[in-house]
């Protein structure tokens, strides 16, 4: 009766009572969603075969999947924490320093930094090891003492990256152990093992985002954490573990390329966390949290990399290929936009 | 009651009239051929329930929004457009229940907010900056230090600043939105003190205010809003508190179906025992049982603690004193995940707010209380949530193509649904309702409290913490809050009257 404003709203709508045809319509466009970057992926690799014959190689097209998956990883981790409405910049520093830490303990002493504290065995659980003590440390400041992610997580780079530099004075760790090379060097059934564990981990994220009581947490927390904590969700808890999955993931990206490049530069991952937040926004993850999925990320970043092999085939200047980069992430920003029909945020 | 009315020259032109206003937001009307006529030297009580259209007249008033039709006049001339914000200030001010006070700047700044003196090189002069402000409190008699920091006022010093700062403006009327709302009873008093002060020099107020008592303290007229509509106005020394809270509840409407709710059947276990609660500031001594099977009601209007002390049962709130137990057990307090395993449902107050996750689909918004039972090992069975979804979607009669549709595109209503399919997922033992038919048609509003009715009819003990009468009225009994205390025990059957006037703090026989 009085109370609310009188409401000629919803129910005049409810006119003849909608047949209970459930599913469907809606459910395929949500898919197609999905799919958006498909089309685009499929344009580039027909240009890409009439810029140059090789582009369509499976030797081209294995260094294209070899060259992304340690940056895929990042972009995995990266969508795991937008969809729960956080953002981690960190993730590009923890992917050098991670194996760094594990370089500077195993490599022997004389070659470079190296203080050969542990053997190399020990190398693949640091590199591990210290991604999760980057991600606890991120969680502490974000979750528990209620600090903005974005300059968290920003300072969090920037001290990362100077460790990095400190312990291996500027200079890059050589002769890693055998352990940290596995990985990036394997081949497994004439595929590198690094585009296994990539595909297997972006299986495994579609999976947890799509099909897990986990998942649909971080949906939930990055759509309305009120209406989560309501729910009874423990949005503290499950963002602990996102942004520990996070940085351990990106500690594994980070050893997949020591070992294929079998060293460990001061600077790796310089720069790498915007293209990965590029490749999650093309792909459709939103920066405000709750939108998105793994499969779309997937899709984004490996569109940029085919842009960028095209671009190399193509033979444009190494020294022009920064300045196109952006470009062309600014160009598919605008056609997903297009496509997408929503403003992204 | 004040003694004012000299010097009122009935030939003087209102200082603010607005006629005919009608205001539409969306398909929703706010004011409806609404109109007020306010003028000089009164001090006019404004009154009506949530929704009555108050706050939308207080922002046609100050010109925060043009009506659909109608006119607002100052002194007899029409108001200034809307862009020219330096005209309505001259005319009239608003000091809102919320403070317009920034906390980090001085008194001064605050009082002279881009009213700067300028020294030669067009820089700031304090000095002369202080001084005006200054002699501005000593105007109207305000005692505050002009160079503390506004966060450090108390609540009434930062009002008597806003008072102040309205009238530098040059203002001499003045709205009140609630002004009492944070204050003790001390500060209430000084309050008033200074607007009696005021009126002495010719202010006029327009006053609004949940607490009746005041208006009959301070008011010479009042008028009074009832859903969108002008329902009367009159002098408040002719008109007893009896027929004011009458104009303001109107007719009692009932639904179409009378409730007859079955008592319990002989004497139930106790569901929900809540003993003792207190939070500092908001409610103290709250004690009260429920029943499986029973449903009770938590009255009370805005502020009244009612909604805290729902939130604290479902643990949205860790209470500072007191317990909580549910069917036996006692969950740790201020864990909302412990208190949905005790076997709590809830429906929180603000759908939006807390209630729905927009951009996610019916299916995950209804299960999300319950993964466990969507699958093993933190796996979720999309198939098995479709069905628990459509069972519930069946169960609400929810219109929808199906379950996969976001909730952003449902009605109000259907949304509302929503939220209650999902607390009822979890089969709850004590379902907990904030204002659960809050912006809902009457269609649906209907619906939902039957819903409620039936659940607690299956054994369900039922908590309804709302200020609408409909959601009340299912209540085997409503318990008052005031001032975060309960102050009554109302037994199915209350008096529509007895119960606004218990929840607005008085009794009608007094």
Redo the contacts between chains.
């Keep these: 009766m009085p109370e609310t404003l009188s409401v000629v709203t919803d129910g005049s709508t409810a006119v003849a009572e909608a047949s209970p045809r459930r599913s469907t319509g809606k459910l395929v466009i949500a898919r197609l969603r999905d799919l958006a970057l498909v089309p685009a992926i499929a344009l580039i690799a027909v240009i890409g075969q009439i810029v140059n014959p090789v582009f369509l190689q499976p030797d081209n097209l294995i260094n294209i999947a070899q060259t992304m998956s340690e940056v895929a990883l990042l972009v995995l981790a990266q969508t795991i924490v937008l969809v729960a409405g956080k953002m981690d910049l960190s993730l590009e520093s923890t992917f050098g320093l991670a194996p760094g830490v594990a370089a500077w303990m195993t490599v022997a002493v004389g070659a470079g930094h190296g203080t050969g504290l542990l053997s190399g065995a020990w190398s693949i659980p640091i590199t591990l090891l210290v991604g999760a003590l980057i991600g606890i440390a991120n969680a502490a400041l974000i979750v528990r003492f209620g600090l903005h992610g974005f300059i968290v997580t920003l300072g969090m780079l920037i001290v990362l990256r100077g460790l990095l530099t400190g312990i291996s004075g500027g200079q890059t760790f050589f002769n890693l152990p055998e352990s940290m090379m596995y990985l990036g060097t394997a081949i497994w059934l004439g595929v590198p093992a690094s585009i296994w564990v990539c595909v297997a981990l972006f299986a495994a994220g579609i999976v947890l985002l799509g099909y897990t009581g986990f998942g649909r947490s971080l949906y939930a927390i990055g759509g309305n954490v009120d209406a989560a904590k309501a729910a009874g969700i423990r949005t503290d808890r499950v963002l602990w573990a996102a942004l520990i999955g996070a940085s351990v993931l990106a500690a594994l990206g980070g050893l997949l390329l020591s070992g294929r490049l079998a060293s460990v530069a001061a600077s790796q991952g310089n720069g790498a966390i915007f293209t990965v937040f590029a490749a999650a926004v093309i792909g459709g993850v939103s920066l405000n949290g709750g939108k998105g999925t793994m499969f779309g990320a997937f899709t984004g970043i490996l569109l940029l990399f085919m842009i960028q092999n095209v671009l190399t085939l193509a033979g444009v200047p190494a020294q022009w290929i920064g300045a196109l980069n952006g470009a062309i992430i600014l160009i598919a920003l605008v056609v997903s936009r297009i496509t997408g029909g929503k403003a992204q945020e | 009651m004040s003694g004012n009315e000299g010097g009122r020259v009935p030939s003087d032109p209102p200082v603010a009239e607005a006629t005919d206003i009608t205001k539409r937001f ?5 004011l ?1 051929g609404a109109r007020i006529r306010v003028l000089p030297g009164q001090t006019h009580a404004l009154v009506g ?5 108050k706050s939308t007249l207080v922002s046609i008033l100050t010109g925060l929004q043009a009506p659909d039709t109608g006119r607002v006049l100052f002194a007899g001339a029409a108001a200034p457009r809307l862009s020219d914000r330096d005209a309505w200030r001259r005319h009239v001010a608003c000091v809102y229940q919320k403070s317009t006070i920034i906390p980090q700047l001085t008194v001064v700044e605050n009082l002279l907010l881009n009213r700067y003196d300028r020294g030669r090189l067009g820089l700031i002069s304090w000095r002369s900056l202080r001084q005006r402000a200054r002699d501005l409190l000593a105007v109207w008699s305000v005692d505050v230090d002009v160079e503390a920091k506004a966060k450090d006022l108390s609540v009434e010093q930062r009002q008597f600043v806003e008072i102040a700062r309205a009238l530098s403006f040059g203002a001499r009327f003045i709205i009140l939105d609630e002004p009492t709302a944070q204050l003790d009873a001390g500060a209430i008093a000084r309050l008033f003190g200074h607007i009696r002060d005021l009126q002495a020099q010719g202010v006029t107020f327009l006053y609004i205010s949940h607490h009746l008592q005041e208006i009959y303290e301070i008011c010479d007229v009042v008028t009074v809003f ?3 509509h002008h329902i009367l106005t009159a002098p408040v020394a002719d008109l007893p508190r009896g027929e004011l809270v009458a104009a ?3 007719e009692a ?1 009932t639904l179409d179906a009378p409730r007859s709710r079955v008592a319990p059947a002989g004497d139930p276990d106790v569901v929900l025992d809540v003993a003792g609660l207190r939070f500092d500031g908001v409610f103290e001594d709250i004690s009260f049982q429920v029943r499986a099977g029973e449903i009770i009601g938590l009255a009370g209007a805005g502020g009244s603690g009612k909604t805290e002390v729902a939130e604290t049962v ?1 643990g ?1 709130r860790t209470p500072h004193a007191g317990a909580i137990t549910v069917d036996g057990h006692t969950p740790r307090p201020g864990h ?2 412990a ?3 005790a076997g709590v449902g ?1 429906v ?1 107050q603000d759908r939006h ?8 689909s019916i299916a ?1 918004n209804t299960t ?2 319950i ?2 039972r ?2 093993a090992a ?5 198939r098995r949530r ?1 069905a628990v979804a ?1 069972t519930l ?2 169960a609400l009669a929810i ?8 909730v952003s595109g449902l ?4 949304q509302q649904k929503v939220v209650m399919a ?1 607390a009822l997922a979890s089969d709850p033992k004590v379902l907990v309702l904030i204002t659960p038919t ?7 509003k209907e619906f939902l409290l039957d819903k409620v009715d039936r659940v607690a009819s299956a054994g369900t003990a039922v908590i309804v913490a709302s ?4 959601d009340l009225r299912i209540c085997d009994r409503v318990l008052v809050i005031f001032q975060g205390r309960i102050v009554a025990d109302m037994p199915s059957g209350w008096h529509d009257h007895d119960l606004v006037a218990a929840m607005e703090g008085l009794t009608v026989d007094a």
């Design positions: 969306g398909s929703t009307v706010a409806d329930r949530n929704g009555a259209g009832r859903d969108a303001m509840t109107g409407t479902v949205l909302v995940a208190a949905l395993a809830f929180p707010h807390q209630g729905l996750i927009a951009g996610m995950d999300m209380t993964p466990e969507l699958g933190g796996f979720l069975s999309t479709d459509n979607i069946d219109k929808t193509p199906g379950p996969d549709l976001p009605s109000g209503g259907n999902r809050a912006g809902v048609d009457v269609r649906s200020d609408e009468l409909d």
